[in-house]
């Protein structure tokens, strides 16, 4: 069981070349784009190279490939496939990602803050009142009223706008995001018949394979999931957490890079 655990964190922590990607559940996200060609997965890439793709042993795609699965967003942004709409329309909460001093030296204010949004997962850069200094991670009021360490919201920013400390805190904010809102990310496991066109919306998920679909949907016939501790148990899907997490920062890099 560790050696399982340890092959699909490893697969889960690779960070690199988002842009190239293709999806396959099967595979794990990672089928790159190779001489030109996209939209395939590893296995099928062997007869493209055999020699290369020789490990993996078969010609066929996998039983998970999907051949556009980023053609609509599932969580970022107020356009995306929600499954409950939150009620209010702009952000109220924001984790920072990375705290940046003299930003704007000509201006009164000097200090900004790189975050992201909670509901809707908006990039944004903010500023603090007077001196504060948020901490890494922390959850930060920014919606109505009166707000204790932010002052304002400056702009949304992209992708390419984030610093490198601030890329490389986003995919564990947005596991943490997740685990924070998980009566709500629950609710994709507690209702697997959701479907995007003809393809069941959990297989848009990273390393969610048909046979880990069917057993969601068995455990979920007996009784709803009532945490992620509780889905892992009973299904044997390791990191519900951080494939959602996963899901969300691909969007973020491909609609909003």
């Not at 069981?1 to 990672?30: A, I, N, Q, Y």
């Not at 046979?211 to 969601?216: G, S, V």
């Not at 299904?235 to 899901?247: C, D, M, S």
């Amino acid at each position: 069981m560790g050696s399982k655990v340890e092959g699909k964190e490893k697969v889960l922590s690779k960070r690199h070349g988002v842009h190239e990607e293709c999806f396959c559940s099967d595979c794990g996200w990672f089928s790159y784009e190779y001489r030109g060609l996209r939209n395939w997965c590893r296995k099928w890439m062997k007869e493209v190279n055999p020699r290369r793709w020789a490990k993996y042993g078969t010609t066929t795609k996998c039983d998970g490939f999907i051949r556009n699965p980023m053609k609509r967003t599932l969580f970022v942004g107020q356009n995306a496939l929600l499954l409950v709409q939150p009620t209010q329309k702009k952000e109220r909460y924001a984790w920072v990602l990375d705290y940046i001093p003299n930003k704007y030296p000509e201006r009164k204010r000097k200090h900004v803050v790189q975050a992201v949004g909670e509901d809707y997962f908006t990039l944004m850069e903010l500023t603090p009142k007077g001196d504060n200094i948020p901490r890494e991670y922390e959850r930060v009021y920014i919606g109505e009223g009166r707000r204790d360490i932010i002052d304002h919201v400056n702009r949304r920013l992209r992708y390419e706008d984030l610093t490198d400390t601030a890329r490389e805190r986003l995919p564990y904010a947005l596991e943490k995001i997740v685990k924070q809102r998980e009566g709500f990310f629950l609710t994709l496991f507690n209702d697997p018949d959701r479907h995007v066109g003809k393809m069941p919306i959990l297989m848009l998920l990273p390393l969610v394979k048909g046979k880990d679909l069917e057993k969601i949907n068995n455990e979920r016939r007996r009784e709803k999931f009532k945490s992620f501790e509780d889905l892992e148990r009973r299904t044997g899907l390791l990191f519900p957490e951080r494939a959602i997490a996963r899901r969300i920062e691909e969007e973020l890099i491909r609609y909003y890079g």
